[in-house]
């Protein structure tokens, strides 16, 4: 079956430092895979896509680039803000007439200022 | 651009009390819909979802149920709540590989 595995929170960093989040995942076929973020009391924001392998996910000062050799989608920022404080979601969709999204568990991050 | 409404916003409810989550979708046409739970420090847990009217599929088996009596129209119901089943429930609207959440229900079974 299909799964996401994301690396454990909570994630506490000082403003402007960098931040990764690890995600790797399992997928039967080619998945589209995702970052989703949800600021606290509100639901879930896509935050960026990749398609295909080698493909390069941006939003917002996020990256995240579609590794099909090591099965990963680590989320990227070089400089986090407050204001990036939220839960963020790496999830996947198993190719072509999937319906399913499957999501990690979720990584808290919190930046103190 | 299509917009996302869920009704109620927060819910607190007593153990065996029937339940009903309503989800309406706008600025689009025969979406696929789901519903999703996220229960406190998990991840989320995909319920059911519809590809039209009428049409539900399930992916987990519980006390739950829902219904699509309108395009644009997701219902989730519940005859007898359980304590398990406090959590956020999110609808969600699919449009090809891509999907965009509702604001969601908190729902608090006592």
């Known amino acids: 079956g299909n799964s996401v595995t994301q690396m454990e929170g909570p994630v506490t960093l000082s403003e402007e430092a960098f931040l990764t989040i690890n995600c790797t995942y399992t997928?039967?076929?080619?998945?589209?895979l995702f970052w989703y973020v949800q600021y606290p009391g509100e639901g879930l924001q896509l935050l960026l896509k990749a398609t295909k392998a080698d493909d390069k996910g941006s939003n917002k000062g996020f990256e995240a680039t579609y590794r099909k050799e090591t099965t990963s989608f680590h989320l990227e920022k070089g400089s986090v803000q407050v204001s990036d404080s939220a839960v963020y979601f790496c999830?996947?969709?198993?190719?072509?007439?999937?319906?399913?999204?499957?999501f990690g568990k979720g990584t808290k991050l919190s930046v103190i200022p | 651009s299509q917009t996302i409404h869920q009704w109620p916003a927060t819910l607190v409810q007593p153990v065996g009390s029937p339940l009903s989550l309503e989800c309406t979708v706008e600025?689009?046409?025969?979406?696929?819909l789901y519903w999703y739970r996220q229960a406190a420090g998990r991840g989320l847990q995909l319920l059911f979802y519809s590809v039209g009217i009428g049409q539900i599929s399930s992916e987990v088996p519980q006390n739950l149920s829902a219904s699509r009596p309108q395009d644009r129209q997701f219902i989730l119901s519940s005859k007898k709540l359980l304590l398990s089943d406090s959590g956020f429930y999110l609808c969600?609207?699919?449009?090809?590989?891509?999907?965009?959440f509702g604001p969601g229900t908190r729902l608090t079974v006592t």
């Open positions: 969600a609207l699919g449009r090809s590989y891509e999907q965009y």
């Open positions: 997928a039967t076929g080619y998945p589209s």
């Open positions: 600025g689009t046409s025969n979406p696929n």
């Open positions: 999830a996947l969709i198993a190719g072509a007439g999937s319906y399913q999204l499957t």
